[in-house]
């Protein structure tokens, strides 16, 4: 039952806790180092937790904070409610192109990353034009891979492009940024105001040049009717400081992101022995849907020098579940995703107020998504398939943006814990004596509130210092273990398949194709056994059902056969196979002509007809039956064959046509008037059918003469 809000604010106004109690002057180090024992006697603390301040930080540093104005700590609990597409960096298919700006900002890259990239320059000298791409305003690992309007091409060791249809017309030399670079010869070459000074140091960047074709082929080489956008998928930043081996490298770990984040860009502290501890987190494998395993927590980005600091720190979060806050020496610590046992409590003296909900929010959502970047669908802003939170409730759905993810597995796992502190039972909110500076770099929290009836556990989203410097205002939600802890096998909905993947012809094609009616609306398509290597895709459409296109769906690995549930009764479905690698490869599909086979929800036929006679009245004939008494009848199909000229020998039920479906009860008389039927001989026939169209035996014939 949802306790109305009103209802324990009210009461707990009633209490002595909001008491004004006297507040004593006393010298700064006394206050700090007293704090412990004689400030906050309700408050449980894990023994050690006092060493900092026994160490003689002062209170100026500890309430200077860089997380934001009096802002002590902020988690995804809190950061969860931020997660709006407007609030998160720009859709990675924005940045696959080569764009020029009076003013550009710098661009750091994190991890594995498609970028277009500034325009540095752009310039045509004979047949060609040539520009160049800042990918980066710092040294990277390297180029992983090309594309030129976002299709992957290859290059010779001169740089020329060697795919088809670009090849001998286009030319990508890179350059990492790292000492020692220097200016690109062509361009030196090409273009006189381009001199060795150019040599771009410190960035990474990359030369290109586009070459004039004929008219013949210019479509083809040029579909966009401009030079090529260049975005390739690059490894970012490569000094980036591992404390664990005591160098510098590339490294998507997020926990190791984050810091340098913190040093590089905020220009504040970490503690590396604590930062060291975050990195071994983020690198733990964890089982994904796949039963395979990958490390924890990555992040892969690119953020602007005109992004503001709560909006990288949002992005940065909401990527590993992470939880942030100001340390008493002044330093920013972190967390990354993952359940913490509380070590301080919280008890009715300690709280000038508490407000608390219980229950779910009138519309909260029971699906959640996850917008992130797909590294098949060629890095682009992708959704995950739904996770189904509630599926007996609301079936509004939640899109949470997580751009700098990268994986399937990790963007779910976001998408779970959005659910989770969305739906918690309780939402709290209040002010804390002073012994609210012991949440300082604590994510969960033990609540015992003897008059509230409260004992849980909460996960902090924000802690600020008030601004009296003698209270704290906290918000967060009740949380438990199990919360955290993501079963990948249950928990992760089925994974999109993506059809804008290049083709490969040298991938071997699948044959056999064929397919039977299961029953109950269900089709089983078998196909001839493949390598172990290949995972056969199978699409299907129908026109009856709605279905115009395609959809696709992935067998699973080693089986040769599919079975489609839940399709339309009656309703015609299309289907072809084709084989997929996996480095996403694909044949062509076949057959080319796409096998046809009707869903049936009922295979039984039901028994023939008890009666079945017809009978001229007037210029009218009156059929008479009387259906089985069957459970699976449904309605009783009447044909007639029409032969003007006079009797014949045989009637041939292939002369009729269906004229009359009557629909009735199992082992009820029925009828119908053939009314104003021509002049000559006319035969019936007549069949039961049941819901799915299949017939019974044939009753008849029955001939009648109109003259």
């Known amino acids: 039952m949802r306790t109305p809000r009103c209802l324990l ?47 003689g930080a002062g209170a100026a540093a500890f309430f200077t904070t860089t997380l934001g104005s009096l802002v002590l700590s902020v988690g995804f609990a809190l950061v969860s409610e931020a997660l709006k597409p407007q609030a998160q960096s720009t859709d990675p298919g924005d940045r696959l192109v080569n764009y020029a700006k009076p003013i550009s900002y710098f661009e750091r890259v994190y991890g594995r990353v498609r970028n277009g990239g500034v325009m540095g320059c752009t310039s045509f000298r004979g047949d060609r034009r040539h520009y160049t791409a800042i990918l980066a305003s710092h040294s990277i690992k390297r180029v992983v891979d090309h594309y030129l309007d976002d299709v992957l091409v ?32 062509i361009l030196v070459d090409a273009i006189p105001e381009w001199t060795a000074a150019h040599d771009m140091a410190g960035l990474a960047y990359a030369a290109i040049y586009a070459r004039r074709t004929s008219s013949e082929v210019f479509s083809d080489v040029y579909s966009r009717g401009d ?15 591992d404390p664990r081996d005591e160098t510098y490298k590339y490294t998507n770990n997020a926990a190791l992101v984050i810091a340098h984040e913190i040093v590089t860009t905020l220009g504040g502290e970490v503690d590396w ?41 949002t992005i940065l979060l909401a990527a590993c579940d ?93 998408a779970v814990r959005t659910a989770a502190v969305e739906r918690a039972q309780f939402s709290l909110s209040g002010r804390l004596k002073l012994s609210g500076k012991y949440l300082m770099g604590q994510r969960f929290v033990r609540i015992e509130h003897e008059e509230l009836g409260l004992s849980m556990t909460v996960e902090i989203g924000k802690l600020v210092r008030v601004e009296d410097s003698m209270s704290y205002e906290f918000q967060g939600v009740s949380t438990v273990a199990s919360d955290h802890q993501f079963d990948a096998a249950t928990q992760s909905p089925p ?35 493949q390598e172990q290597s290949l995972t056969q895709e199978i699409r299907l459409r129908s026109i009856d059902a709605g279905q115009p296109d395609w959809q696709s769906y992935i067998a699973a690995t080693g089986q040769s056969s599919f079975a489609a549930t839940g399709l339309l009764d009656g309703a015609t479905y299309e289907a072809q196979v084709r084989n997929r690698t996996s480095a996403g490869r694909v044949s062509g599909w ?30 009218d004939i009156e059929i008479a039956l009387t259906s089985p008494n069957d459970a699976g009848y449904f309605a009783t199909r009447i044909l007639r064959a029409d032969y003007p000229t006079g009797f014949v020998a045989t009637p041939d039920v292939a002369d009729a046509i269906v004229v009359r479906i009557e629909y009735g009860l199992p082992g009820n008389v029925d009828g119908w008037i053939d009314s104003s039927v021509p002049v000559g001989v006319h035969v019936y026939w007549a069949e039961p059918i049941n819901r799915s169209g299949i017939p019974g035996p044939l009753s008849g014939p029955e001939t009648i003469e109109i003259t």
Request: overall charge negative; proline content about 6%; cysteine-free.
């Open 273 to 313: 022995e604590d930062v060291a501890f975050e990195a071994d987190v983020s690198d733990q494998l964890v089982t994904n849907a796949d039963g395979g395993t990958q490390r924890r927590w990555t992040i892969n980005a690119l953020f602007s020098d005109d992004q503001d600091w709560e909006e990288i720190k």
């Open 590 to 619: 076949l057959p080319v002509a796409p096998i046809s086979i009707t869903a049936i929800v009922d295979s039984t036929p039901p028994p023939e007809l008890t009666t079945f006679s017809a009978a001229r009245v007037g210029a």
């Open 9 to 55: 604010v009210a009461g707990f106004l009633s209490t002595t806790m909001l008491t004004p109690s006297p507040v004593q002057a006393g010298p700064v180090v006394g206050f700090v180092a007293g704090f412990l024992t004689t400030a906050v006697p309700g408050l449980t603390i894990a023994a050690g937790a006092g060493a900092a301040y026994a160490a």
């Open 495 to 529: 994974r999109p398949v993506y059809e804008n993947l290049s083709s490969d012809n040298s991938v071997a094609e699948v044959a056999g194709l064929s397919g039977s009616v299961m029953g109950a609306g269900g089709i089983r398509y078998e196909w001839n056994t």
């Open 227 to 241: 030079i090529w956008n260049y975005a390739p998928l690059i490894e970012g930043n490569d000094r980036i400081w």
């Open 322 to 414: 992470g939880f942030m806050f100001e340390r008493t020496d002044g330093k920013v610590g972190f967390y990354v995703g993952r359940w913490q046992e509380p070590t301080v409590t919280l008890r009715d003296e300690d709280f000038l107020s508490l407000q608390v909900t219980e229950g779910l929010e009138i519309g909260v959502n029971g699906r959640y998504v996850a917008q992130y970047v797909e590294p098949a669908n060629l890095y682009r802003k992708t959704p995950t398939g739904a996770y189904i939170a509630d599926p007996d409730g609301r079936q509004t759905t939640r899109e949470i943006p997580a751009l700098a993810v990268d994986s399937y597995d990790q963007a779910i796992r976001i």
């Open 154 to 185: 290859e290059t010779d060791v001169d740089g020329l492009v060697i795919t088809e249809p670009y090849g001998d017309y286009g030319s990508i030399r890179t350059y990492n940024g790292q000492p020692g670079q220097a200016a690109d010869a």
